[in-house]
């Protein structure tokens, strides 16, 4: 059973810090892109960030540029995402994906399987 279980997200405060972590388990992602979309409240899902598998890679949506940095430890099996300078629009049910096809890194469709979400919030 393939599985991404996100932890780490939270209440916090505008200005400040969460880490997210995605573990991976009943497979390892050998050769797969990793990456986060999120999704607010009676909005589509968007793209956040993603990560290639030898990390050579990274790609950000505009709205986070220098405040996301998405990270991965492949002996760990596990995807981070380090967030700060927080916005209350960051506000979101962060998702975990992988996938290994080919295309656009901010399709949603492109990604195999998926993680259950992990609620941020950010007060202002």
């Known amino acids: 059973q393939v599985q991404l279980a996100e932890s780490g997200g939270g209440l916090v405060q505008a200005g400040g810090s969460l880490r997210l972590s995605c573990a991976a388990s009943?497979?390892?992602?050998?050769?797969?892109?990793m990456g986060w979309f999120r999704q607010a409240p009676g909005k589509e899902r968007e793209f956040v960030a993603a990560?290639?598998?030898?990390?050579?890679?990274?790609y950000y949506t505009d709205s986070v540029k220098g405040r996301f940095t998405i990270s991965r430890d492949n002996a760990k099996n596990t995807v981070y995402l380090q967030m700060n300078s927080l916005k209350p629009e960051d506000t979101a049910v962060y998702y975990c994906t992988a996938g290994d096809s080919a295309g656009t890194v901010s399709s949603a469709g492109l990604y195999d399987y998926w993680g259950q979400g992990n609620q941020v919030t950010v007060s202002s």
């Open positions: 009943g497979r390892t992602f050998i050769g797969y892109r």
């Open positions: 990560i290639s598998w030898r990390t050579v890679y990274t």
